[in-house]
Nanobody, 119 residues
């Protein structure tokens, strides 16, 4: 089993910054990819950014130049640095991991952390 816990959400004014963290735990041997997704009220969950074990990064067009994804493989932890935040960034942000564990391939989702961008 893989446990995923996000933290760092909160209320921030437009133009502000937040740093989200994602900690994965369990019988993890390797993390193939770690991604951040967001879901705004009434909308589907969508990819914000992801990073592979090899360091390949993908960003949604809406966050390019404003958000930065990174990971600390030694700690099974990932981060999403969010800058120049806009009201339309308001959403619950979820971390997703694709892992190899002692018992095989497993994916995990966190419970989400709410980001509210408002003045």
């Amino acid at each position: 089993q893989v446990q995923v816990v996000e933290s760092g959400g909160g209320l921030v004014q437009p133009g502000g910054s937040l740093r989200l963290s994602c900690a994965a735990s369990g019988s993890i041997v390797d993390i193939y990819a770690m991604g951040w997704y967001c879901q705004a009220p009434g909308k589907q969950r969508e990819l914000v950014a992801d990073i592979t074990r090899g360091g390949s990064i993908t960003y949604a067009d809406s966050v390019k130049g404003r958000f930065t994804i990174s990971r600390d493989s030694a700690k099974n932890t990932g981060y999403l640095q969010m800058t120049s935040l806009k009201p339309e960034d308001t959403a619950v942000y979820y971390c997703h991991v694709a892992t190899m564990t002692e018992t095989g391939y497993l994916e995990g989702w966190g419970q989400g952390t709410l980001v509210t961008v408002s003045s």
